[in-house]
């Protein structure tokens, strides 16, 4: 009999939470899962007593569902998913919907949206943020895809989802097609150059200054009161907080400095550079995690190469302050990269992307919370076309209140040998972004004199394209391609 208004295929962490959540907003679930003993467990175990229905096969799924069915995929991104996309198509009818909730590269969703669509049925790819914890309690869900399948699973998603402080749920149709991953993987992306960001700080606070972690702790505590008020920042609060049981020491110097990823950062950095948009402090954050990952040639590195060693001779408490500023300068210059790469997008695919509303989905419920999403809502809402958050006239005065302090945390972070890839990354953005003229003119010039690539000039309208014979011996032919 089919009685469930759900059904989801993967029991790992994130789907056991999410059929929890789905079954506490009221609505009844039907699970399966490839190891079939999982859902025994599962049905036996944290779903006993639960409105879950345990399923042994697909078929027997798909049975248990109302129509239009609603399937949902929780599982490993790649050829599992076409897996069971294959598997679920010859028992599902005419409108029913396939939703693929994992971490999926957006082309991969475009292509599938299209597959699913042309056997009449819909298709949802949509980010799904906030781990473990937000599965259960509420995560931010950026839904993309089959347009039309929206209204049929808007009121679950909406149940589920995470709650910003006005009661607005964090999730809403984001577009057609790939949007929702692809909003899904620039916020990762930010997400990665959120948290370079506080290590770096951690690493000026501990290495120049050399702070305590019961005062880092203080740090991130009062920091988390203010304009960096976010879960990125009370997590770190909490984890310089931590003392390992075994050695009585902080936990956090008791874990090997070598970062893990699992590219969606990557994915980011890509599609800056496919798209021609200069999302370098994401780039940074990727980098600075293949750097961490080469453990043995940097510990063999360190005993050969010199450099300065930190003497910090100023006010510790002032410069801790300088710190705080920087990261607020550097997190606004990361995220309007990410703001220009959803831009890009948008026009690249033909979506219809809500930037302010966007910036809604984020308030709650993902990793990247914080405050002052709000006032990126409002810098859309004042001007839905703007072009770069630095040009907002509340990030524009935040910048120039902040950048005396920004600048000179880099000077001492570079004098003193401490890397800071995301800081100076972002502060390069910034420096590049307000240059009315950058050196690639003679960029151009290289480009031209060995390979007759053509340049435009100061003196000549946009479009026009000239070729200079620089060494005389060349001749009048230029290259078919011209790339700025």
Request: aromatic share 10%; hydrophobic share 45%.
């Given at each position: 009999m089919s009685t469930c208004d759900f059904g989801l295929i993967g029991l790992a962490v994130m789907g056991?939470?999410?059929?929890?959540?789905?079954?506490?907003?009221?609505?009844?679930?039907?699970?399966?899962?490839?190891?079939?003993?999982?859902?025994?467990?599962?049905?036996?175990?944290?779903?006993?007593?639960?409105?879950?229905?345990?399923?042994?096969?697909?078929?027997?799924?798909?049975?248990?569902?109302?129509?239009?069915?609603?399937?949902?995929?929780?599982?490993k991104a790649g050829a599992a998913v076409d897996s069971f996309i294959d598997m679920l198509i010859p028992h599902l009818e005419k409108g029913d919907i396939i939703i693929d909730g994992g971490n999926t590269y957006f082309p991969d969703t475009i292509r599938r949206t299209k597959y699913v669509e042309d056997k009449g049925l819909l298709y949802i790819g949509t980010g799904v943020s906030g781990g473990e914890e937000g599965a259960l309690r509420g995560p931010s869900i950026m839904p993309g895809g089959s347009n039309a399948a929206w209204e049929h699973v808007k009121p679950i998603f909406q149940a589920v989802a995470a709650k910003a402080p006005d009661g607005s749920p964090c999730c809403e149709w984001v577009g057609q097609g790939g949007a929702g991953h692809f909003v899904k993987m620039v916020h990762n992306g930010i997400e990665y150059g959120d948290m370079q960001m506080i290590c770096e700080a951690y690493s000026l606070m501990k290495n120049v200054l050399g702070m305590s972690n019961k005062e880092m702790e203080e740090a991130f505590i009062e920091w988390n009161k203010g304009e960096l008020d976010s879960y990125l920042i009370e997590i770190t609060s909490e984890i310089m907080g931590y003392t390992d049981e075994e050695t009585g020491?902080?936990?956090?110097?008791?874990?090997?400095?070598?970062?893990?990823?699992?590219?969606?950062?990557?994915?980011?950095?890509?599609?800056?550079?496919?798209?021609?948009?200069?999302?370098?402090?994401?780039?940074?954050?990727?980098?600075?995690?293949?750097?961490?990952?080469?453990?043995?040639?940097?510990?063999?590195?360190?005993?050969?190469?010199?450099?300065?060693?930190?003497?910090?001779?100023?006010?510790?408490?002032?410069?801790?302050?300088?710190?705080?500023?920087?990261?607020?300068?550097?997190?606004?210059?990361?995220?309007?990269?990410?703001?220009?790469?959803?831009?890009?997008?948008?026009?690249?695919?033909?979506?219809?992307?809500?930037?302010?509303?966007?910036?809604?989905?984020?308030?709650?419920?993902?990793?990247?919370?914080?405050?002052?999403?709000?006032?990126?809502?409002?810098?859309?809402?004042k001007n839905p076309k703007l072009q770069n958050l630095l040009m907002d006239e509340y990030f524009k005065s935040v910048i120039e209140s902040t950048q005396t302090a920004w600048r000179k945390v880099i000077a001492t972070a570079?004098?003193?040998?401490?890397?800071?890839?995301?800081?100076?990354?972002?502060?390069?953005?910034?420096?590049?972004?307000?240059?009315?003229r950058l050196p690639a003119n003679l960029l151009q010039a290289q480009r031209d004199y060995f390979g007759a690539h053509t340049y435009e000039r100061t003196d000549k309208p946009r479009g026009q394209f000239f070729h200079t014979n620089w060494t005389g011996r060349g001749g009048n032919t230029v290259s078919t391609t011209y790339n700025a």
């Open positions: 056991e939470n999410l059929v929890l959540n789905i079954e506490s907003r009221g609505f009844s679930v039907a699970v399966f899962n490839r190891t079939v003993e999982k859902v025994d467990n599962f049905v036996n175990g944290r779903a006993k007593g639960k409105n879950i229905v345990g399923c042994h096969s697909i078929e027997e799924l798909v049975k248990n569902l109302k129509r239009p069915r609603k399937v949902m995929l929780l599982v020491k902080p936990m956090v110097e008791m874990i090997l400095d070598t970062a893990g990823q699992k590219g969606t950062g990557r994915w980011t950095s890509e599609q800056g550079l496919a798209l021609g948009i200069p999302a370098m402090t994401i780039a940074e954050a990727v980098f600075a995690r293949t750097m961490s990952a080469i453990k043995e040639e940097r510990v063999a590195a360190a005993k050969v190469l010199k450099g300065p060693k930190p003497e910090f001779k100023g006010d510790k408490k002032e410069f801790v302050e300088m710190i705080r500023k920087a990261l607020y300068a550097s997190k606004i210059c990361s995220y309007a990269q990410g703001y220009q790469l959803m831009r890009a997008a948008a026009e690249e695919y033909k979506w219809d992307l809500k930037y302010g509303s966007i910036a809604l989905l984020w308030r709650a419920g993902c990793i990247i919370r914080a405050q002052f999403l709000g006032k990126i809502k409002e810098a859309f809402d570079v004098e003193s040998g401490i890397p800071v890839p995301a800081f100076s990354s972002a502060l390069a953005y910034y420096d590049g972004y307000r240059s009315e």
